[in-house]
């Protein structure tokens, strides 16, 4: 079973479940005979376009977009990271990103909206963003995240 399989079986667990976190996506796909990493986890949503939204309860989960207006914002707050992020390094649990001058709030603003659970939360000055992140293992899978995404 390769990766086309488990984006299926995403796609399958997604819209037949109330997945809340990454834990509990890797879990349901463990039961569905895929062990995958975190770090896999978290590029398989984002490369499926997965949204976190709320039930009528008000609780959080994945979920695809409605229209191609929700692909279409994640599409335009990666761009934005792209051209507002010159770097991007870690320091224990904290992700410390360097921007363009005058760019750091519309780069964090784009980040919370893409972020994964690992994040805890986000502050911007003028041209850096400090993340705060659950652990060290955390901050660098963030890291690598935003570095993937402005690299293009």
């Known amino acids: 079973m390769g990766k086309k399989d488990r984006l299926s079986a995403i796609r399958k667990i997604v819209s037949e479940n109330s997945v809340s976190t990454q834990e509990e996506l890797i879990a349901l796909l463990e039961e569905a005979g895929f062990s995958v990493t975190q770090a896999t986890a978290s590029r398989d949503i984002n490369e499926l376009g997965l949204i976190k939204t709320m039930d009528s309860t008000g609780k959080s989960h994945y979920a695809f977009p409605e229209s191609g207006l929700a692909l279409g914002m994640i599409r335009r707050y990666k761009m934005i990271i792209r051209e507002s992020i010159v770097s991007a390094d870690t320091a224990q649990n904290l992700v410390v990103i360097k921007c363009h001058s005058g760019m750091g709030n519309a780069a964090c603003e784009s980040l919370d909206n ?8 986000t502050i911007a000055g003028d041209n850096t963003i400090f993340v705060a992140c659950r652990d060290a293992d955390s901050a660098e899978k963030t890291r690598d995240m935003i570095i993937g995404i402005i690299e293009g």
Request: glycine share 12%; charged share 25%.
């Open 114 to 121: 893409i972020v994964s659970d690992d994040v805890v939360g």
